[in-house]
């Protein structure tokens, strides 16, 4: 497993560490050469399908995500040049169920030859191998959850594994914070509670690995349905009861929603709260809290919106204000999850595509191991470079790496590491409710 700040890392994420490191601090590092596509690519059209949630307590953020795909296909038939043209088809999956019976209507109805999506790990976690059976090439742009790669083989996923979110959130804990707060790693006294879904329990127990290799304490361990919790207050006694230092909290926006607002009513303290993706880094999650998002840290692959986005290469910079003119041209609204499924979608489209021999599987696992896309040629600010075919974790992109962002003046600032922040931390620990005048609202 990669641990996201050098307790264990790899050379390759030092490496991308560094490349990252320079989009935030403005330096312009010489970039390796890139693989060259071939003049006149084998497949010249594709039948996409895109599998996102447009129903349900998730279509809210996956919205975002589906606008990015959309986008990219646009954007793509519009000025490639590999003389490549793309279908977009999609189909709704609020739930498993319905991602693994919206991969049937892509394929089936609409002929889909690959499928993408979906925003949501348990959503992924029935779609892929649903895809798998069909001999459908399934590309995950959003998704995190450890399994989506490790359990099946046509899977190329563009951005991080929770195994390395989950580790880095607790990693950061247990270093950053910690020395923040002025408490010793072997003192700190860690809460960790999610979701009890693919996407919830994969992050946590890449945590808890971390956690167990530290003389820190875990103090409490909390899980819950995410689709059917509206009461979270028996958790907030728990936390109350246990003291910890810092509340790792594994969410979508409902739910982190949730443990806030109820937090403030039972006047439950929080010091320190570290979400790992999903809700607590939607813009939605800020509107709901207001000035009380203050403080709150998220750990994520970073996006445009946290990066020094000027010391981008020029394509980089081109395809950015291609995305944020389209996205205002529709009065849409430009989230993380827009950056993510834009560029692992760009990716798939222009470099893995035009390297491919045919739509198989295994062509498409071929072409994939051959891309190498630097950072600084990534609206993200994280490369591409994925695992190949018969390795363990085959498909995942390699360079994906996570940075801890802070709400600051409700908009997220990388605050850590210290290598790659552009902003300091503020608000640790958290103020008391008695020091904050805005209701988080019902």
């Known amino acids: 497993m990669i641990h996201a700040f050098g307790t264990a890392s790899t050379g390759r994420l030092v490496r991308t560490a560094i490349l990252v490191g320079a989009l935030v601090l403005g330096a312009a590092p010489l970039l390796p050469g890139q693989v060259a596509v071939a003049a006149e690519p084998a497949v010249t059209s594709l039948r996409l399908g895109a599998l996102f949630p447009q129903s349900g307590d998730l279509a809210f953020g996956a919205a975002d995500a589906l606008q990015g795909v959309q986008i990219a296909v646009e954007l793509f038939n519009e000025t490639n040049e590999h003389g490549i043209t793309v279908e977009l088809f999609t189909a709704d999956a609020p739930n498993p ?9 892509l394929v089936t109805t609409n002929r889909a030859q690959v499928v993408m999506g979906t925003y949501a790990s348990a959503i992924a976690s029935a779609a892929a191998p649903a895809a798998e059976r069909l001999g459908i090439p399934y590309i995950e742009t959003t998704a995190f959850a450890e399994g989506i790669t490790r359990n099946t083989g046509n899977v190329i996923r563009t951005t991080i594994s929770s195994g ?17 707060l002025g408490v010793a790693e072997a003192d700190m006294r860690v809460a960790l509670v999610y979701t009890d879904d693919e996407f919830g329990v994969s992050i946590a127990d890449a945590a808890l690995e971390r956690l167990d290799a530290s003389p820190a304490a875990l103090v409490l361990q909390e899980s819950y349905p995410a689709a059917t919790t509206r009461d979270l207050s028996s958790v907030l006694l728990r936390i109350r009861q246990t003291e910890p ?7 979508q926006v409902p739910d982190a929603t949730l443990l806030w607002r109820q937090a403030q009513q039972l006047d439950v ?3 320190a709260v570290v979400g790992a993706g999903g809700g607590y880094g939607q813009a939605q999650f800020a509107a709901a809290l207001g000035a009380n998002v203050n403080g709150i ?50 990716v798939f489209l222009d470099e893995i595509l035009p390297r491919a021999a045919s739509l198989s599987v295994d062509d498409l696992m071929a072409a994939a191991a051959e891309v190498q896309v630097d950072a600084l040629d990534s609206i993200t600010g994280f490369g591409f470079e994925f695992t190949p075919a018969g390795e363990p974790n085959s498909g995942q992109n390699q360079r994906a790496i996570p940075v801890v962002q802070q709400w600051q003046e409700g908009t997220l600032s990388v605050v850590y590491p210290e290598a790659l922040a552009v902003s300091e931390f503020i608000d640790v620990p958290l103020p008391t409710w008695s020091e904050r005048t805005e209701r988080i609202a019902d």
């Open 245 to 251: 230092h810092a509340v790792v909290h594994v969410a």
């Open 269 to 271: 303290y929080l010091p």
């Open 164 to 180: 390395a979110l989950g580790a880095a959130a607790m990693d950061f804990v247990l270093t950053g914070l910690a020395e923040r």
């Open 97 to 105: 169920a319905g991602g693994a019976g919206g991969v049937r209507q």
């Open 297 to 346: 840290f998220n750990v994520v692959p970073p996006t445009s919106g946290s990066i020094n986005t000027e010391a981008l290469a020029p394509r980089a910079q081109e395809l950015l204000g291609e995305l944020r003119e389209r996205v205002d041209a529709r009065g849409w609204t430009q989230g993380n999850y827009t950056d993510w499924a834009f560029m692992g979608a760009w």
